[in-house]
């Protein structure tokens, strides 16, 4: 496979986020941390962050599912993918749209 291919098999849907998580150029673990702490960590490490480089965020906070993508929105960064159906909650953010 050359660089910048996709894997030619997708089992299923699971399958799929999986592979994208783990293709993140960065991981934040906010395991513990409660609200403001984890959008401020977020913020903190995209400000560092080239345009176009992924961020994975691991959080147990349930208003992540909500701060997240609003953080995403207001700050003009794309949500590329999220897992929140139980914890801990997965989002994969690219920094800029």
Do not use: W
Request: charged share 25%; proline share 6%; glycine share 6%.
């Amino acid at each position: 496979m050359r660089c910048g291919e996709r894997s030619p098999i997708v089992l299923n849907e699971k399958n799929c986020m999986t592979d994208l998580f783990a293709q993140a150029d960065q991981t934040l673990d906010a395991l513990g941390l409660r609200c403001p702490e984890p959008v401020m960590m977020v913020r903190k490490t995209v400000r560092h962050m080239d345009n176009g480089e992924t961020l994975l965020i691991i959080a147990d906070d349930p208003a992540t599912t909500r701060d997240i993508p609003g953080f995403c929105r207001f700050m003009e960064h794309t949500l590329v993918a999220q897992e929140t159906e139980q914890a801990p909650y997965r989002y994969l953010l690219r920094k800029g749209v």
